[in-house]
């Protein structure tokens, strides 16, 4: 379901709750994605911005690994953690 605004018409309990459905499956996938990879959960960043900043940072980098095609985030990580070199070209471009 793309994003977009709906008229008053379009905006029907079916559609609401299709749309609803639907964020709730990106958020479920991006969370277990960013508790199995990073075992977020168990973050000790918990003062001020920090949290927000790591989830950004995390999802950042979870929707430019699977742009580039790679469903498998732990190998991603895998490979990146033996090649540092190639951090900054698959996050930045």
């Keep these: 379901?793309?994003?977009?605004?709906?008229?008053?018409?379009?905006?029907d309990a079916a559609t609401l709750?299709?749309?609803?459905r639907h964020h709730g499956d990106i958020q479920t996938r991006l969370h277990y994605i960013r508790d199995r990879?990073?075992?977020?959960?168990?973050?000790?960043?918990r003062t001020h911005n920090g949290p927000r900043a790591m989830a950004?940072?995390?999802?950042t980098a979870i929707s430019r690994w699977q742009t580039?095609?790679?469903?498998?985030?732990?190998?991603?990580?895998?490979?990146?953690?033996r090649h540092p070199d190639q951090v900054a070209h698959l996050l930045l471009g």
């Design 56 to 59: 950004t940072f995390r999802n």
């Design 68 to 81: 580039h095609g790679l469903p498998n985030i732990q190998g991603a990580l895998n490979h990146l953690a």
């Design 17 to 20: 709750g299709a749309c609803v």
């Design 37 to 45: 990879t990073d075992d977020e959960g168990r973050s000790q960043v």
């Design 1 to 11: 379901m793309a994003s977009r605004t709906l008229s008053p018409a379009e905006a």
